[in-house]
């Protein structure tokens, strides 16, 4: 399936971006999607998932400040960022899967198609 990754941007911190994952795909509700990031000579780390039943998944650095939803009628997987911080600043990657299972989903080594990365910057 192809990915079509957007909102990134330049906030300040203690602001707010929605990031989107966006696919033609009309079997999209069927898979499970994640956000991943990359921060400068770091390696990319999972963020937030969703499952094709809902269910959710967040890294310990974002709970509480971001959400990952569905819409499954616009074939669209969302990240709604809030209370930015700098150390978010990364490029910010969608992934989706088929076959993902809930012990994976923070493995970018589950998902076999990826967008093309969106930059967050969140200045001090």
């Known amino acids: 399936v192809q990915l079509q990754a957007c909102g990134g941007g330049l906030v300040q911190a203690g602001g707010s971006l929605r990031l989107s994952c966006a696919t033609s795909?009309?079997?999209?509700?069927?898979?499970?999607v994640a956000w991943f990031r990359q921060a400068p000579g770091k390696e990319r780390e999972f963020v937030a998932g969703i499952r094709w039943n809902s269910a959710l998944s967040y890294a310990d650095s974002v709970k509480g400040r971001f959400t990952i939803s569905r819409d499954n009628a616009r074939n669209t997987v969302y990240l709604q960022m809030n209370s930015l911080k700098p150390e978010d600043t990364a490029v910010y990657y969608c992934a989706a899967d088929q076959n993902v299972i809930l012990s994976n989903i923070r493995s970018t080594r589950a998902y076999h198609d990826w967008g093309q990365g969106t930059l967050v910057t969140v200045s001090s």
């Open positions: 795909e009309h079997t999209f509700r069927g898979y499970t």
